[in-house]
T-cell receptor
Framework: SQQGEEDPQALSIQEGENATMNCSYK?????LQWYRQNSGRGLVHLIL?????REKHSGRLRVTLDTSKKSSSLLITASRAADTASYFC???????????FGRGTSLIVHP | NAGVMQNPRHLVRRRGQEARLRCSPM?????VYWYRQLPEEGLKFMVY????????ESGMPKERFSAEFPKEGPSILRIQQVVRGDSAAYFC??????????????FGQGTRLTVV
């Protein structure tokens, strides 16, 4: 079964706007990772946030983690057409440390 | 330092044939994960291996599927007697270790298997 579930399933915005995607999960986690996948390609690792961290930044990306709500958000600021892709969160929990993926959010950025 | 290398990128097999998918992890990585992705869906975990050991194969079908990660050479995902339902993209990821440390998993470009 899916551990992480992204919301919304699809998001369509204009270039320059911010895009926010959310990920909810069911059980306590060790780490949460965000990935990007362009159509027909492999996954690109964006950010890993550990369970004892609350926020991380990388360029135009900002990830937050709220373990009390079992949720994470990925914010892409000043979006570009090249950000068009599917975005996945992956969590690992317990002693397994195997990343488990949600179904993803499909982001379309219109130029 | 090359990334995770998967080959072939595309593989076409007739029903009943065998499919062999290869994955060379990043240099220095000893942990390999295999995932399957159907169109418009997320990645489903199949199997987690370390060198010469299968650590977790809970996501892999019991029949027709097998995986190995020998001491030398790439990890191999083998699908025997393929059926149309096996058509999917198969992704491999590698990490240097597993644990509470900062262990990102890096993915290859995938192998797209088509069974005709």
């Amino acid at each position: 079964s899916q551990q992480g579930e992204e919301d919304p399933q699809a998001l369509s915005i204009q270039e320059g706007e911010n895009a926010t995607m959310n990920c909810s999960y069911k059980t306590s986690i060790n780490n949460l990772q965000w990935y990007r996948q362009n159509s027909g390609r492999g996954l690109v690792h964006l950010i890993l946030i550990r369970s004892n961290e609350r926020e991380k930044h990388s360029g135009r990306l900002r990830v937050t983690l709220d373990t009390s709500k079992k949720s994470s958000s990925l914010l892409i600021t000043a979006s570009r057409a090249a950000d068009t892709a599917s975005y996945f969160c992956a969590t690992d929990s317990g002693g397994s440390y195997i990343p488990t993926f949600g179904r993803g959010t499909s982001l379309i950025v219109h130029p | 330092n090359a990334g995770v290398m998967q080959n072939p990128r595309h593989l076409v097999r007739r029903r009943g044939q065998e499919a062999r998918l290869r994955c060379s992890p990043m240099k220095g990585h000893s942990h390999v994960y295999w995932y399957r992705q159907l169109p418009e869906e997320g990645l489903k975990f199949m199997v987690y291996l370390q060198k010469e050991n299968i650590i977790d194969e809970s996501g892999m079908p019991k029949e027709r599927f097998s995986a190995e990660f020998p001491k030398e050479g790439p990890s191999i995902l083998r699908i025997q007697q393929v059926v149309r339902g096996d058509s999917a993209a198969y992704f491999c990821a590698s990490s240097p270790a597993a644990g509470r440390a900062n262990t990102e998993a890096f993915f290859g470009q995938g192998t797209r298997l088509t069974v005709v």
